[in-house]
């Protein structure tokens, strides 16, 4: 087990590495004429204090743009590893204490989406298991893959018009409400709960469906497994062959499944967040990157896959953990 | 993707009892057990499941929607479309005039540094004023009319002697007149019928006569018949007829033609002696917006009118035809417009016969742009899966077939490409594409390549799985016993078996391509206006207006979305379960 977790750190350092060598060769192969382009939009930015060959300078100096990708990789490699990603470009604040700042929101919103996730979508899995092929199932089984085919902005859309637009319940855009800065701290924590519901039903939507249809999987394949013929065979009643011996079985693919989660959970969910404009990681990093703020998608995309390395790691001991034949191998 | 591996056990032929044992049927009779092609037993699991030959039904339609319905659609996807509509627009603008209009003699100048000192002399309540040597007088006609006069020294007086200068000889009594007029403190006197002026010059006191130069005025005069404009424009003419106006006198007459006036309100017209309107003369200048436009004298007369009389709104009809037009003001202009029939992009327009669908903000037909849009966003999607597949299956199999080191090599290649996080490469990518302006249909090629390129570690694993899988299997010892070729065992055995995991990976992540497409469209980052896909349709959505008041421009393109991906995900379920019989969905 320990040599399995050393073996696993090490392949995940090694896909950061490369991983963010490739983000970095990409983000060096784009066309000088778009850096430059960066450069005069920013000195001829009002609030710009600096000239176009300053801001020049500044860019090719920052990603060693004038020595090779490698070397320049380097650097920024070692600027990275202490801590240091530099200046965001879009907001004028260091990359990480940017990140700080709005991360919690998408923190927030994913593990409240996760949980009414689970409670929702678990339970309907393995009611479609146990009566395969019924109504039931089938009402289920057209539910949740209408859910995967649903296109996240369609559906935000369909339930701002619903919901915002029609029947007024809720504001089209944002976290806080117009009267936001005159609330009690109270008052404000309820207005950014309230301003949350519509991103986390629209979340939980798109998501449901997906773990639904793996439970029932999962499920299916437990029950008609030769130990749940025993089960039943020896007379136990259905409740304790479900939840004692079905369920729990079905539970070791589900937790290697909610540990993909974690990349989203932090790394917020870009669509969702950008189209209710919620300040979250999502947006303010899709704000940064369609205006070109080189630091921070840099940070960005390597701090996802940094996550991304981080879960499997976690999917792999969590199934260690529920799964006893695994730790014995 | 644990379930990969046994998705597709079967390489012997399935048999299915379709007669009932017959007593004249032998145990070795080959009538009596019907076998089917493993393809037909697909097809027939495959229909036999509902959800898929909806599934099906749906994608049959889409495709038809949107391969043949262009050719049968009568607009094109780019076509624009106008109408002709009414629009208040600026017809014309007035003024009251505030700038003096010069009217300069013949054989006369008066050029611009005269005219600044006039106006000097104007504003400080002075009558005469030097220009180098030259010295001018004017008189004040009415309030904004000015005549203007050069005067010429002929005498002048110093300590009571007066001489005469420039060689000219004074008329008899002239003297004694001058006198007369000093004594009486005037500044003018008259002499045989001509003028004489005294003006203050250092010490001495010149004496002069006057002739005329210019006419500066506040009154703009429109003559009715434009070959009457020179003889309006003259300065004996205007000296005539301003003379009068001062006087309010009802005739006056110049070049031996009697002319009658006639005051209006804010207006005064000039008629000549056959009756007919000669001009018109009013200190409210009316211009037409359009320099090709040109404005009758009783149209200006009628706007005239309302100005002075403060209305909003005015009825002047000309050639039968009567146009109502509001005037409006703004500080000191006034602006005149008029209902004008323009060209109008039918914008936003509800769904008619016409245009089932309505027309969208660029007034485009939403119905024809919707199944371009489909072309686009399917074949998109078919690309990239191809893309996709090709990749997946020369990793996959090189990795699966050989195994060992190359496996290991690749398959961390294949985790290092999983890693990239998806969206952002992508809005990076589209960001750089909007930065270059790159043209719309090479954007969607480069989409398709990129969306593959950023695909294709899925496919390759599940093949590589069913590959590794596979080749221990037995049928693939007796191939190689047999002693064929290496390349023909991978064609022949291994890639057809390989096969049908392929279809259901390739259908099912079709409908996901479609989505990403689509939400890229609807980002602003994928496919490009004048080109349209679904998810570009939808992007008008984003604005709270048009999501608000035109359910047509966006609600048909999501709902072709939903349904196209619902349908390649019932198909795909379809395929998976009529190709894996034992997983029983």
Redesign the interface.
């Known amino acids: 087990m320990k040599n399995f977790i050393i073996r696993r750190v090490l ?1 995940g350092i ?3 590495f ?2 963010a060598l ?2 970095y060769s ?2 060096r192969s ?2 000088t ?2 850096v430059e ?1 960066i450069a005069r939009q920013r000195a001829s930015s009002p609030l710009s204090t600096k000239t176009y060959q300053e801001w020049l300078d500044q860019l090719n100096e920052v990603y060693r743009l004038n020595i090779g990708i490698i070397p320049g990789y380097f650097g920024w490699l070692g600027n990275a590893i202490r801590g240091d990603f530099g200046e965001s470009w879009n907001f004028g604040v260091p990359v990480t204490q940017k990140f700080s700042e709005v991360v919690w929101y998408s923190v927030i919103i994913n593990i409240v989406t996760f949980i009414v996730q689970m409670v929702i979508s678990i339970p309907l899995g393995i009611l479609a298991a146990r009566k ?1 092929y019924s109504k039931t199932d ?1 009402a289920i ?2 539910f949740a ?2 859910g ?7 559906l935000a ?2 339930l ?2 619903v919901f915002s ?1 029609k029947l007024g319940w809720f504001d ?1 855009y944002g976290l806080t409400g117009r009267f936001y800065s005159s609330m009690t701290p109270w008052q404000q924590i309820w207005d950014i709960a309230y301003h949350m519901v519509l991103p986390i039903i629209t979340l939980m939507m798109l998501s449901i469906g997906g773990l639904m249809r793996y439970t029932r ?1 999962n499920m ?2 437990v029950l ?1 497994s030769d130990y749940i013929r025993t089960a039943r065979a020896k007379g136990l009643s259905e409740k304790v062959v479900i939840n004692k011996h079905a369920f729990r079985n079905t539970l070791i ?1 589900l937790v290697s499944y909610m540990s993909y989660l974690i990349p989203s959970m932090f ?1 917020g969910v ?2 969702t967040e ?1 189209l209710y404009q919620i300040p979250g990681i999502g947006y303010i ?2 704000q940064a ?4 703020d080189i630091p921070f ?1 840099m940070f ?2 390597t701090f ?2 940094i996550l ?2 981080v879960s499997l790691l976690i999917a792999d001991i969590m199934y260690a953990m529920v799964d006893p034949r695994v730790r014995a191998n | 993707m ?2 990969m591996n046994n998705i597709f056990p079967g390489q012997e032929p399935e048999v299915e009892v379709i007669e009932e044992v017959d007593e004249e049927l032998h145990l070795d009779d080959a009538r009596r057990v019907k076998s089917l092609s493993p393809g037909m037993l697909v097809f027939k699991r495959f229909i036999r499941n509902k ?1 898929a030959v909806i599934g099906l039904a749906i994608l049959v339609f889409m495709f038809t929607f949107s391969f043949l319905g262009p050719l049968l659609s009568p607009h094109s996807q780019t076509q624009v479309f106008t109408g002709l509509g009414s629009m208040y627009k600026d017809y014309a603008g007035a003024i009251y005039n505030e700038e003096l209009r010069y009217t300069v003699s013949q054989d006369e100048s008066f050029t611009n540094a005269d005219r600044a000192q006039f106006l000097l002399a104007l504003g400080k309540g002075e009558e005469t004023f030097n220009v180098g040597d030259d010295i001018y007088y004017f008189t004040t006609l009415s309030d904004g009319t000015h005549r203007i006069m050069q005067l010429d020294p002929i005498a002048e007086e110093l300590l009571g002697n007066v001489n005469p200068i420039n060689g000219s000889t004074l008329p008899d009594g002239f003297v004694e007149a001058y006198e007369t007029a000093k004594d009486q403190n005037e500044d003018s006197f008259v002499l045989n019928g001509v003028i004489y002026r005294i003006t203050q010059r250092l010490k001495a006191k010149v004496i002069s006569t006057e002739h005329n130069v210019a006419f500066a005025t506040l009154k703009v005069y429109d003559p009715y018949n434009q070959e009457d404009e020179e003889t309006i424009d003259s300065f004996a003419f205007r000296l005539a007829a301003e003379e009068a106006i001062t006087e309010n006198e009802s005739t006056f007459s110049f070049n031996d033609q009697d002319y009658t006036l006639s005051y209006d309100e804010g207006q005064t017209t000039i008629i000549d002696n056959s009756g007919e309107e000669y001009a018109a003369v009013s200190n409210i200048i009316v211009n037409p917006l359009d320099q090709n436009e040109f404005l009758s004298v009783d149209y200006k007369s009628t706007i005239r009118e309302a100005i002075r009389n403060n209305e909003e709104e005015t009825i002047f009809t000309e050639n039968g035809e009567t146009v109502e037009y509001t005037i409006n003001r703004v500080n000191q202009n006034y602006y005149i417009r008029r209902e004008t029939p323009t060209e109008l992009i039918r914008q936003y327009e509800m769904p008619s016969a016409e245009h089932p669908l309505g027309l969208d903000n660029n007034g485009m037909d939403v119905m024809t742009r919707l199944m371009f849009g489909g072309r686009i966003s399917l074949l998109v999607g078919f690309v990239v899966v191809i893309i996709e597949v090709a990749i997946g299956v020369i990793i996959g199999g090189i990795s699966g077939y050989f195994g060992g080191a190359v496996d290991t090599a690749l398959m ?1 290649f294949v ?2 490409f999983n ?3 998806f ?3 992508v ?2 990518f ?3 594409m ?3 302006e790159v043209d719309p249909m090479a954007r969607i090629f480069l989409l398709m390549g990129v969306l593959g390129i950023l695909g294709w570690t899925g496919v390759a694993r599940v093949v590589r799985g069913q590959i590794l899988s596979l080749r221990e299997q037995d049928f693939m010892v007796a191939a190689e016993a047999t002693g064929i070729r290496t390349s023909r065992r991978i064609f022949r055995h291994l890639v057809p078996n390989v096969m049908p995991l392929l279809i259901v990976s390739a259908t099912a992540g079709l ?1 996901g391509i479609i ?1 990403t497409e ?2 890229l469209g ?2 602003g ?1 994928g496919v490009k206006y004048p080109l349209a896909s679904w ?1 570009s349709i ?1 992007n008008v ?2 604005d ?1 207006y048009v ?2 008041n035109f ?1 047509f421009m ?2 048909p393109a ?1 709902l072709l ?2 349904l196209t ?2 349908g ?3 198909v795909g ?1 379809g395929l998976r379960d009529a190709f894996d019989p034992r997983m ?2």
């Open positions: 392949l090694f896909i950061v490369f991983g490739i983000i990409i983000i784009l066309p004429s778009y382009q395969q089938y089984t057209v893959l209408a995967i085919s649903l296109p996240t902005f369609f859309t369909i701002k018009y637009i089209l999987t299916l394949e008609h693919p790394g870009l669509i950008t990093s899709y990157m369609i205006r070109g998608a960005y995309t996802l896959i991304t390395q | 644990s379930d959800l961390r985790d290092l890693s990239i996080p969206y952002p490469v809005i990076i589209g960001s750089v909007d930065t270059l409908g989505i689509a939400t609807f980002l980052l998810g939808i959505s984003s709270a999501m608000t359910w966006w609600i999501g979305i939903l991906v619902l390649f995900n019932f379920d029983n969905r």
